[in-house]
């Protein structure tokens, strides 16, 4: 395997997939193949003891997909939520579509990000269809996405499987055609044929030109699906490099930068 870059500025070397798709509030495509639609350089951010993630250093071309692994509190939901807008940085910027400003999740989500956390994002109490209503996209669109769920919209979704309720989650934000789609753990507590149906979605999406981070457990299957991997460790970068490189040697991965609670799951 090629040496990757330990710790510090990456970027992917990996050509992503496709033109870019729309932006909420947008005409047109948030970019062209290659162009770069999220940059984060410096990143500070923490809870108010003191930073959760130090100096963190990515970029995410339109068309690509980069994963964030690390074992349990190395970082990546932190760093999730601080690029959403979320959390406020004590320290760095993040760029998005060209917009250097810190700004707030309501107003990011308005102007091309969409944001899964690790948590359930749907309404259980109202049916399938409802919640793919209160989207930014059409229906229509997100079944696009997901056609299996079709029969099952009618239902309210707190009846339906997990790995149903991430569906309809994925496919509510994807229907909104973001430019910058921020995934955590989306195959928490799911069966491994539901995690690579995720997946293969995810990846389709950056293949229309969406610019993901994702942040997964499952270290193999997010291996591959990634053009480029971050690996994390107490709050810093340990290891950048291309998914193909670290596919090709996944036991020095999981051996030299993630615990092995983290390799297993």
Not at 33 to 45: I, K, P, S
Request: proline share 5%; glycine share 12%.
């Amino acid at each position: 395997m090629s040496s990757p870059t330990s710790a510090g500025p990456s970027t992917a070397t990996r050509a992503p997939g496709a033109h870019a798709a729309g932006a909420p509030g947008r005409s047109g495509s948030s970019g062209t193949r290659g162009d770069t639609v999220l940059e984060v350089r410096g990143l500070t951010a923490g809870y108010g003891g003191g930073p959760a993630i130090n100096d963190i250093d990515l970029s995410v071309r339109a068309g690509e997909v980069v994963t964030l692994l690390g074992a349990n509190g190395a970082g990546k939901t932190t760093t999730l939520l601080t690029i959403a807008g979320e959390l406020s940085p004590m320290r760095g910027t993040v760029v998005v579509n060209g917009d250097s400003r810190r700004r707030r999740l309501h107003h990011r989500a308005r102007h091309g990000v969409g944001l899964l956390t690790e948590e359930r994002c749907v309404f259980m109490q109202l049916t399938g269809w409802q919640n793919l209503k209160l989207g930014r996209g059409k229906p229509e669109d997100a079944l696009a996405h997901f056609p299996e769920l079709e029969p099952h919209l009618g239902k309210k979704t707190g009846l339906l499987s997990g790995g149903q309720q991430q569906m309809l989650a994925l496919a509510r934000v994807l229907a909104g055609k973001p430019s910058v789609l921020l995934a955590d753990e989306l195959s928490l507590g799911l069966a491994p044929l539901v995690v690579e149906r995720l997946l293969r979605a995810v990846r389709a999406a950056a293949d229309d030109g969406v610019a993901v981070v994702l942040v997964e457990q499952h270290v193999r299957q997010a291996l591959a699906v990634a053009d480029t991997v971050h690996v994390l460790r107490r709050g810093r970068v340990v290891l950048s490099g291309p998914a193909s490189e670290l596919r090709d040697d996944p036991e020095a991965l999981t051996q030299h930068y993630l615990s092995g609670e983290a390799a297993t799951a």
